[in-house]
Nanobody
Framework: QVQLVESGGGLVQAGGSLRLSCAAS????????MGWYRQAPGKHRELVAT???????NYADSVKGRFTVSRDNAKNTVYLQMNSLKPKDTAVYYC???????????????WGQGTQVTVSS
């Protein structure tokens, strides 16, 4: 069984910063891409940032220059440093990880439970 557990959400004023963490645990053989998505009320879930096992990252245009994704492969953990936050960044943030679990032959995308980020103006 594989689990992704997120932490670090909360309420912050515009211009402030937050750091999200997401740790994968369980029967893990390997992890490929890890990432962050978000879903605002009434909107579809959208990509925020992803990072490969080798450290290559990709960002949504709306967060480039403000957000930084990183990972610690030894800890099976991905982070999202969010700076210069704006009210439009308010959403539930979900982490994801493409994981090959022990005994499996294919990768499967796992999701965290979501953490609320609220940016007040």
């Amino acid at each position: 069984q594989v689990q992704l557990v997120e932490s670090g959400g909360g309420l912050v004023q515009a211009g402030g910063s937050l750091r999200l963490s997401c740790a994968a645990s369980g029967s893990i053989f390997s992890i490929n891409v890890m990432g962050w998505y978000r879903q605002a009320p009434g909107k579809h879930r959208e990509l925020v940032a992803t990072i490969t096992a080798g450290g290559s990252s990709n960002y949504a245009d709306s967060v480039k220059g403000r957000f930084t994704v990183s990972r610690d492969n030894a800890k099976n953990t991905v982070y999202l440093q969010m700076n210069s936050l704006k009210p439009k960044d308010t959403a539930v943030y979900y982490c994801s990880a493409d994981i090959q679990s022990g005994g499996a032959t294919e990768m499967y995308r796992y999701w965290g439970q979501g953490t609320q980020v609220t940016v007040s103006s």
